[in-house]
């Protein structure tokens, strides 16, 4: 095929730029019809007056259950916003660096590869892992809440901040973002589960200066359908599941499912409170050594190996994508550089094949079933109920010595407990892992250790009597 000339060519690329800045014109005053076109994608009705509410009012709030596309519709609303105000800066944030990496990010920027390819040959930025540019001054960014002095500083006559999992986020992060909406061009879109009464989420919740959009998980799509005809989303089965598990009357059922603000607060097992004190707590178990372990069990899991001086961590391992052979091996060497007094492992799922050959290497493993019956049944709904409650005991009563980093301590304060038919229960791994964006495995290891400190001592107790 003969070469088109240069002129022509030219001529071409600025009939498309001719149009594509008509476009912008256009989706600048609705961003459902900037979605649609320009992203291809295909919102559901309340994503919609999420975007349309951002587009008439300065700050919107959009609280719901899981899974109903809220972080889908952040990601929507930082390109919007990007794209179609020139010379915009978009502040993105979340609880943990993980949630704005691999979860709004994400989105991000599968979003705007769909845009590059809609709008191509037209260059349109270029996009990092937290950032994308389409000048030095034009931009959105990604920021972790660990440095609240990095809000600062951001100057743009079009500003949008997004605040992924808003429940999460400190106060301080909220007073640098406020800071921002003195400005009469600043816009401000928090996204999130209903959390604990007294949030910074829940007072945005309760101020007339927000625009809100509740979602209940009935209100979406696959609920109203009776099946699942957007797969994506939060379906029927999950909320049956949910039914049986936390009962329809609980505090966790009234925020996960019908996502509305618990009437009453909602308990952590171990409290900030109790992590402080341990902090200067006596380790008065030092010398006793454990090895726990909690083995990946499925995709993106890690596998975390903690050696306890008593109630200390001394080591933490985390292994990614590593086989049962591998982590039995690296923790055979562990246990034959320290000879600990116990190797306590989960043996839930692939936790078994470590065990297993852990034991055929001749190391003896206190082996633990999370999911299994407790040894108190009928006060507790399972083994990981009753491991957790335990170990909320050993805090409360000033028998955990532990200087925790960011990620286990964030980990070990964020599971729920709740009674359900007259037990206690804690929230499910899995359930912790949709919230905290990933698996607690450091706070479950550390769990299993201090079960294992609590055998040890029975045992102690049972050969001196
Ligand atoms: N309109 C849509 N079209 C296609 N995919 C969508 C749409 N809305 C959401 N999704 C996809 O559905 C899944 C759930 O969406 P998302 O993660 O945004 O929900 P969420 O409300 O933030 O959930 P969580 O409460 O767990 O944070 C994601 O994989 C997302 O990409
Ligand atoms: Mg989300």
Redesign the pocket.
Known sequence: MARKNVPQERHELQSVVERIKKSFARWRQDPVVFVQEALN????EK?EEVLRALAAHRRVCFV?C???????TAAWAVLWFLYCHPGAKVITTAPTWHQVEHQLWR?IRAEFAKLSENLAPVKVGQCFTTRLELAPDWFAVGLSTNEPERFQGFHAEQLLVVID?AGGVSSSIFAAAESYMTSAHTKMLLVG?PTQPGTELHKAFLSPDYYKVQVSAFDTPNLRAGNVVRP??VTPAWVEERRREWGEDSALFQMRVLGQFPSASVDSVITPAMLAAARVAPNTRRGTRVIAADIARFGDDRTVVLVLDGTEVAECHVLVGKDTMYTAAFIHILAQRYKPDAIAIDGTGVGAGVVDRLREMGNEVLEVNSAERASEPEQFANLRAEMWWKAREMFAQGLVSLNADDELSLELTTPIYFLRLGRIQVESKDDIK?RLGRSPDKADAYVIGLHALRQLATLHRMRRA
């Open positions: 994608a295909n919102p559901w994503q719901s899981h899974g109903v596309g809220k972080t889908k989105e999992e589960n994506y989303l949709r």
